[in-house]
Structure formats: C-alpha cells, structure tokens
C-alpha cells in the first residue's frame, strides 16, 4: 500500500486554492493509501506570526481536514511540533543541502523579495530542508501537493539521492503528485499571480461569509472578448474561473467550454459562484459541528502516535548511518 505525506501551514485563513490543490486531493487519496497529514506549525514560524493567531489557524485547519470529509479512523492527523524527530531530523539535514540550492527556491525569492536582507530570518530559508524532513520521516511514496510546493519536493528527492549515495539505502525517494486541474488556482483580482493566505489580494477565504465568496466571484478579473474559453496565455482569468469549475464539479474543461458556450460573463459567473459557494456552504456546516466538539484532541493524539513511531524510527536510522551513536 502506498504512503502519502503532506501538510499545511497554519500561516492565515486556508483559501479556496489550499482546499482545492491540496485538501481536495487529500480526500480523494485517503482510500487509495495510508495517509499522514499534519500541520506544519513549525514552518509557520518562518514569518512573523501572532501566538494566538498560530494556534486557532492550527485547530482550524484540523476541522477543516475533517470537515472536508477525511475520515479521522482512516487518516493519521497530527501537528509537526508534536513529533520532535521533525526537528531533530531537520539539525541532521542540513548537512547536506548547499546554500546555493536553497538560495534559488522560487519560494524563498517571492517571500523575501522585498524584505531586507538583513533582516531575513534563517528559517525562511532552511524551510526546504525542515519540509525535505517531514517527507522523508515517513518513508512516504507520494506528497500530494499544489504546484508551489513542487520544486521544494525535487530538493527533497536531490537530498536522497545525495544522502544514500554516501550512507547507502537509508531515505525512501519520494514524488510528487499534483491534481489535475487545480494545482495552481489564481487570485480573482490578478490572475496571473497565486491565490495565497499570506498575501490576501483576490482570495477566496474558506471561512468568508457566502454572500462575500459570491461577490467576490462575481467581480473577479476577466479578459477582453466574450468567450469562455481555456487559454491562460490570453484568458488568464476565465481560465481560473473554468479550473475552480471543473475542480469542484470533476467535470472537464472541454466539457465545461461546451456547456457554457454562448454564455455572457456575467452569466458564466453566476454559475461559478453557484458551485464555489454549495460547497463552501457545506464544508462551514460540517466545520461549525466538529469545531463545537472534542474530536480534535482525540483526533490529535491518535496521529501523533501513529507519526511518532514511524518518524523515530527513521531518524534512528539516520542518527546510525551518520555515526551518530545510537
Ligand atoms: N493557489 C493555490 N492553488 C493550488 N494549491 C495551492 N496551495 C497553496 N496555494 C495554492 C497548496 O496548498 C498546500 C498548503 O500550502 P502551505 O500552507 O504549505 O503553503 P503555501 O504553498 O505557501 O500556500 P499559501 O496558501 O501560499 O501559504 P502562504 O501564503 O503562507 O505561503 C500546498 O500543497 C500548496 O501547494
């Protein structure tokens, strides 16, 4: 059986692109193979954030793991700082990453593009060696992930190869696996840039209220003509609109092309902000039901056992392979 590892930073709100490039996934995954999936708390850390703020974004986002209809007997859920051997892992790692490597991470330019160099945290930048951790901690096979996280997932597997090349066949070599349509969902308001929680311009907020999402939708960015058509190059923000669509429903772009062919915009919007908010809406009901009970904590202990286990064993292996005495 195969095994998938993932997470998210409990760094903001959780978006309708974190829903739909990588919880949506998560969910259709969770009968496929064994399935951990944590909160990356202590890659949230990387920039400034707010104590209290930490903590509700981490409980939120194991509500709505469950909300978004992962089984909690079926998924190991756990929060990254409750298993050490991320950490500790991470010191070891380090080791064989070069700075040149981590200095080109698109990632690590978006982010501190316009801060001082002075001032950059060194977290922010040995974030892929702490994430290339958390992958291979867990002998994983697959990280489902969205197309941001990619290329942080490539470092991991450079890391592998480098680490067994020297110690032998201690790290499993992991992939990553993308959704199909909706692995890079665009801000409404510039289409040409990612929908992202820490840089809220044109989001789309799991927790906004419905009639906001609708307005939102509705007065998204679109392009010059009439048609609705897949073309990123010259419709970037139909062709968004068309992903969410199709993400959503599982109905394919061309199908979607077919259906809405003579449509006006606005019309085509209608319908956008009809699917965005059903599912919304149910996601907030089953969100308000399990927020209001004591199933996280169970939720949280049974996965961080479940993590801890295998994730000790590895760094055990580790520790021994680089002459640490053990
Ligand atoms: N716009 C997006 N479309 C599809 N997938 C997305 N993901 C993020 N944005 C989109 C995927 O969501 C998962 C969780 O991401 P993360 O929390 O680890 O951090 P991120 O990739 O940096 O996501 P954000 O929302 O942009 O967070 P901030 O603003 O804090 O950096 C990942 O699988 C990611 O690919």
Do not use: C, W
């Amino acid at each position: 059986m195969s095994r998938y590892i993932s997470g998210i930073k409990p760094t903001g709100h959780l978006t309708l692109g974190n829903y739909i490039g990588a919880i949506k996934q998560f969910v259709a995954l969770q009968n496929e193979g064994e399935l951990f999936l944590f909160v990356a708390d202590l890659h949230a850390l990387t920039l400034p954030i707010n104590p209290q703020d930490l903590r509700k974004n981490s409980i939120d986002i194991i509500a709505l793991y469950l909300a978004s209809g992962l089984d909690k007997d079926k998924v190991n859920i756990f929060l990254q700082s409750d298993v050490p051997a991320h950490s500790e892992l991470a010191i070891i790692l380090q080791n064989y990453l070069y700075m040149g490597e981590l200095s080109r991470m698109t990632q690590f330019k978006d982010k501190t593009q316009k801060m001082n160099s002075e001032a950059i945290g060194v977290g922010i930048f040995t974030y892929p060696i702490l994430m290339a951790g958390d992958i291979v901690l867990y002998d994983a096979d697959y990280v489902p992930v969205g197309d941001d996280q990619v290329q942080h997932v490539e470092l991991a597997r450079d890391l592998v190869r480098r680490f067994n090349n020297r110690y032998g066949e201690i790290l499993k070599m992991p992939k990553a696996v993308k959704v199909k349509n909706g692995s890079r969902i665009m801000s409404l308001s510039n289409p040409t840039v990612k929908m992202s929680k820490s840089d809220p311009k044109g989001d789309i907020f799991l927790d906004d209220d419905l009639k906001v999402i609708r307005k939102k939708i509705m007065s998204a960015v679109t392009d010059l003509g009439h048609e609705i058509k897949y073309d990123v190059e010259e419709k970037p923000g139909i062709s968004n609109l068309l992903t969410i669509y199709s993400a959503l429903t599982g109905i394919s772009i061309p199908d979607l092309e077919k259906k809405f062919a003579g449509y006006m915009y606005g019309q085509f919007k209608q319908e956008v902000a009809n699917v965005v908010v059903d599912e919304i809406d149910k996601l907030k009901k089953n969100y308000a039901e399990i927020i209001n009970s004591n199933i996280i904590d169970e939720v949280l202990n049974k996965g961080k056992l479940a993590a801890s286990k295998i994730a000790e064993a590895t760094l055990h292996r580790v520790q021994k392979a680089v002459g640490l005495y053990k």
